[in-house]
């Protein structure tokens, strides 16, 4: 377990909770860090190529895990709309379909996304016009298949799951 919140970062200004993220800045071609429960997730600028920095990244990682448990600094994290989403006394205040909405996210959607190195998180849902707004994070934040994830799978699932052909769901980058 890295973190239980979620951090993202988008430029060196962000590290304040992650020493790991800030130590991660100082690699050139590191453009933006995600740490969730148990993964890093890099975004890298165009001057390298994968091929060329993944064992350089993967053994400094490895390193860096075993010389210190400090990934994450939970005090230092700013209680964030995120933040808040994520607290039990939100879940409950909720509308009994914005619940369902968050479970079947947090179950099926979630896990796949996770492992692409991307978050999703639930924002809202408007049950006047049956809109549903997410937010991507890590990998998944500006991905050009985001789009088609969406539409075709994750509103998909949703109209199935609650019944309901008229979900639109619209994303926002984290």
Request: net charge negative.
């Given at each position: 377990?890295?973190?239980?919140?979620?951090?993202?970062?988008?430029?060196?200004?962000?590290?304040?909770?992650?020493?790991?993220?800030?130590?991660?800045?100082?690699?050139?071609?590191?453009?933006?860090?995600?740490?969730?429960?148990?993964?890093?997730?890099?975004?890298?600028?165009?001057?390298?190529?994968?091929?060329?920095?993944?064992f350089?990244?993967?053994?400094?990682?490895?390193?860096?895990?075993?010389?210190?448990?400090l990934?994450?600094?939970?005090?230092?994290?700013?209680?964030?709309?995120?933040?808040?989403?994520?607290?039990?006394?939100?879940?409950?205040?909720?509308?009994?379909?914005?619940?369902?909405?968050?479970?079947?996210?947090?179950?099926?959607?979630?896990?796949?996304?996770?492992?692409?190195?991307?978050?999703i998180?639930?924002n809202?849902?408007?049950?006047?016009?049956?809109?549903?707004?997410v937010?991507?994070?890590?990998?998944?934040?500006?991905?050009?298949?985001?789009?088609?994830?969406?539409?075709?799978?994750i509103?998909?699932?949703?109209?199935?799951?609650?019944?309901?052909?008229?979900?639109?769901?619209?994303?926002?980058?984290?």
């Open positions: 377990m890295l973190t239980k919140t979620a951090v993202e970062c988008k430029n060196i200004d962000e590290t304040k909770a992650s020493p790991l993220a800030k130590v991660l800045f100082s690699f050139p071609f590191v453009k933006e860090v995600f740490i969730d429960e148990n993964y890093v997730s890099i975004t890298k600028y165009d001057i390298a190529d994968w091929n060329e920095i993944t350089e990244l993967r053994n400094f990682l490895k390193q860096y895990l075993e010389q210190t448990d990934v994450v600094d939970e005090s230092l994290i700013e209680k964030t709309d995120n933040f808040k989403i994520k607290q039990d006394e939100y879940f409950d205040n909720l509308d009994v379909t914005s619940q369902q909405i968050i479970n079947i996210l947090e179950e099926y959607v979630k896990p796949a996304v996770q492992s692409d190195g991307g978050n998180t639930f809202s849902y408007d049950e006047t016009s049956n809109v549903v707004k937010t991507l994070q890590g990998a998944c934040s500006g991905c050009p298949s985001s789009t088609f994830t969406l539409k075709n799978g509103e998909n699932m949703l109209r199935q799951m609650l019944s309901n052909n008229t979900i639109i769901v619209e994303a926002m980058n984290g």
